[in-house]
């Protein structure tokens, strides 16, 4: 004789999704509470856990939501655009300052190179077809000056011949040229120039001797007439008034030593009529 079928029951509230084993002899009618979730077949098709004697019912998630994609967009955004635009100035600060040492450094070699040429001025003379004498070249006037040294800047044998003079548009400009026994102005139109200091003006004065043994300096100084250098050379180069107020002025103080020719005698009666 056959078993009946046996009936288990719960509360409701512990068994909401009966569940029916059916066994050889009998079949018992369970929750599905009181089985692993792995073989829990309820119709909601959800994951049964037990917590604190009751069921709770989790969804499982499957990924995010548009609204947090959007969001986490929008945040990504935000932080790339703060980023660039710190490394936008960063950058913009480094080039600037970038520029401004290469500036100063190729204003710096400038100098150098006038100073040196200054220190190295030589009493060169050409004969003078005329006069039958052979006279001093040195051209100096406030704007201007023009002189020759035994420093070259292609560090050429012999003597270069050196014009600074300014450029009202671009600047301090420079011209270069051979010094031969002739006189050198011929060749410095011949010469090209270049762009020494740009934005720049130069202002040239000329220390020389009184016969009472006192010093001053005058804006100009013709080595023709006095057949001799300066004792030293003074050069303002200031900036032009489109250049800004970033430039500073820029200054040499050059010392010849040099001054006199070996086999020409100075004019000294020339000295007081040409201050």
Not at 151 to 163: D, E, F, Y
Not at 194 to 203: E, F, N, T
């Amino acid at each position: 004789m056959g078993h009946p079928s046996e009936t288990l029951s719960f509360p409701a509230e512990q068994s909401p999704h009966p569940v029916i084993l059916r066994g050889a002899k009998r079949s018992r009618r369970i929750s599905c509470s009181s089985l692993p979730g792995r073989f829990c077949d309820c119709a909601q098709n959800d994951k049964c856990l037990r917590r604190r004697g009751s069921i709770q019912f989790h969804r499982v998630n499957g990924g995010f939501t548009l609204i947090e994609v959007l969001l986490a967009l929008a945040l990504t955004a935000t932080l790339l655009a703060l980023l660039s635009a710190a490394v936008f100035l960063v950058a913009s600060d480094w080039n600037r300052d970038s520029d401004r040492l290469d500036g100063d450094l190729e204003n710096s070699l400038a100098l150098l190179q006038i100073d040196r040429a200054l220190h190295g001025a030589f009493p060169h003379s050409w004969l003078d077809e005329e006069s039958l004498t052979r006279l001093v070249y040195f051209s100096g006037e406030s704007e201007a000056l023009s002189w020759v040294s035994t420093v070259s800047p292609q560090q050429r044998p012999g003597l270069a011949a050196w014009q600074l003079y300014n450029d009202e548009e671009q600047g301090v400009a420079l011209k270069l040229a051979p010094a031969f026994t002739d006189h050198p102005e011929e060749r410095f139109e011949e010469a090209e120039a270049s762009l020494l200091l740009p934005g720049y003006r130069a202002d040239f004065q000329y220390l020389y001797t009184e016969l009472d043994e006192s010093r001053q300096w005058i804006d100009e100084w013709h080595g023709e007439e006095r057949q001799e250098l300066p004792l030293a050379v003074h050069i303002l180069f200031e900036p032009l008034d489109e250049a800004g107020d970033q430039d500073e002025p820029l200054e040499i103080l050059a010392r010849i030593r040099n001054s006199r020719h070996r086999s020409i005698q100075p004019n000294v009666g020339l000295q007081g009529l040409l201050q």
